[in-house]
T-cell receptor, first 110, second 112 residues
Framework: EDQVTQSPEALRLQEGESSSLNCSYT??????LFWYRQDPGKGPEFLFTLYSAGEEKEKERLKATLTKKESFLHITAPKPEDSATYLC???????????FGAGTTVTVRA | DGGITQSPKYLFRKEGQNVTLSCEQNLNHDAMYWYRQDPGQGLRLIYY???????QKGDIAEGYSVSREKKESFPLTVTSAQKNPTAFYLC???????????FGSGTRLTVV
């Protein structure tokens, strides 16, 4: 069974304090590792897709990386507007469905 | 603008009542999905459809039903058999290629 596990569950940061979120996966023949951002009461918003180990993608203060067993979302010098829940999901090679982790809720204090 | 529209945003259900959540997309996506989100848990798949007039059960289909009569529409009915329906429901769509989902804005269902 495909599994995606995110840690930590919650992360409180001071503005400017860089940190990383972890996503561990066991997905059969991974055909994409996805990161989403979700604000309270809203639907998730797509951030990145990573396909192969060693791949990296960046968007503003966010950088996602992928290894054979994990993905990391690095937040560099975060601002209060980066406060959100970040979701990780994996797609298996023989499927269209995504398996989601429970998310990491990030709070950035000014 | 292309996107997914979920309605209503808030829905209240009485005990023993069936309710239907609407999901419409104009992205020309083939596949559509319904997920349930509870606090502290990941998104759990209820039903999905890869083509019109065909759909499959997800991990937590009991107490729910769907239809896919049009490519653009994938309504979800929460039946009285669903004993704990209070949750945030998310609809999503995707192409059948190497891409992720586009999500709607969600419907929050509360039992009163």
């Amino acid at each position: 069974e495909d599994q995606v596990t995110q840690s930590p569950e919650a992360l409180r940061l001071q503005e400017g304090e860089s940190s990383s979120l972890n996503c561990s996966y066991t997905v059969s023949g991974l055909r994409g590792l996805f990161w989403y951002r979700q604000d309270p009461g809203k639907g998730p918003e797509f951030l990145f897709t990573l396909y192969s180990a060693g791949e990296e993608k960046e968007k503003e203060r966010l950088k996602a990386t992928l290894t054979k067993k994990e993905s990391f979302l690095h937040i560099t010098a975060p601002k209060p507007e980066d406060s959100a829940t970040y979701l990780c999901a994996g797609r298996a090679s023989n499927d269209y469905k995504l398996s989601f982790g429970a998310g990491t809720t990030v709070t950035v204090r000014a | 603008d292309g996107g997914i529209t979920q309605s209503p945003k808030y829905l209240f259900r009485k005990e023993g009542q069936n309710v239907t959540l609407s999901c419409e997309q104009n992205l020309n996506h083939d596949a559509m999905y319904w997920y349930r989100q509870d606090p502290g848990q990941g998104l759990r798949l209820i039903y999905y459809s890869q083509i019109v007039n065909d759909f499959q059960k997800g991990d937590i289909a009991e107490g729910y039903s769907v239809s896919r009569e049009k490519k653009e529409s994938f309504p979800l009915t929460v039946t009285s058999a669903q004993k704990n329906p209070t949750a945030f429901y998310l609809c999503a769509s995707s192409t059948t290629g190497e891409y992720g989902y586009t999500f709607g804005s969600g419907t929050r269902l509360t039992v009163v």
